[in-house]
C-alpha cells in the first residue's frame, strides 16, 4: 500500500521535513496541526483566533487529502490551558454539528511553544462517511 504525504500551501512545520498529514490506503493520521494563518505565515495573539484558525486548517488538511470533517474518528487537542475548552468547544460543535455523529476527543495540557495557545491531531478514515 502506498503512503503519500499530504501538503497545504502556507502550511509549515518551520522548514523542517514534515508533512501536515500522511495517508496509507485510506487512513490519514496528522502531523500537528496549528494555527498558523496560511495567508500571513503567522500566529494570530488572541486564544479565540487561534482557535478559530486552528479548526480551520483542520479542514484544510482534511480537504488536500480529498476528506471531510465527517472522516475524522480522532481528535487529540493540545493546549497550554485547559481554561480554553469553551473556546475549543464552541469551534468542535461548529466542525462537527451532529451530536451523534463526534470523532473521539482527547485534551491534553502541555507546553506548547510561544505564542501557541493550540494544536491539534487528528486520525480520519477517508471516504467513510
Known amino acids: 500500500m502506498a503512503r503519500r504525504s499530504i501538503e497545504v500551501p502556507g502550511l509549515h512545520h518551520g522548514g523542517l521535513p514534515i508533512p501536515q498529514a500522511c495517508v496509507v490506503g485510506n487512513l490519514l493520521t496528522s502531523s500537528g496541526i496549528s494555527p498558523l494563518d496560511p495567508a500571513t505565515g503567522s500566529v494570530p495573539e488572541g486564544t ?47 466542525t462537527f454539528p451532529d451530536e451523534a455523529s463526534r470523532p473521539a476527543r482527547h485534551t491534553l495540557r502541555i507546553d506548547l511553544a510561544d505564542p501557541l495557545q493550540i494544536q491539534l491531531e487528528i486520525i480520519a478514515v477517508l471516504g467513510e462517511g
Do not use: S
Not at 55 to 79: I, S, W, Y
Open 48 to 94: 479565540e483566533e487561534q482557535v478559530e484558525l486552528v479548526f480551520a486548517n483542520l479542514r484544510r488538511v482534511l480537504e488536500a487529502a480529498g476528506g471531510r470533517p465527517e472522516d475524522v474518528a480522532k481528535c487529540t487537542v493540545f493546549v497550554r490551558d485547559k481554561a480554553i475548552r469553551p473556546v475549543i468547544d464552541k469551534y468542535w460543535t461548529e
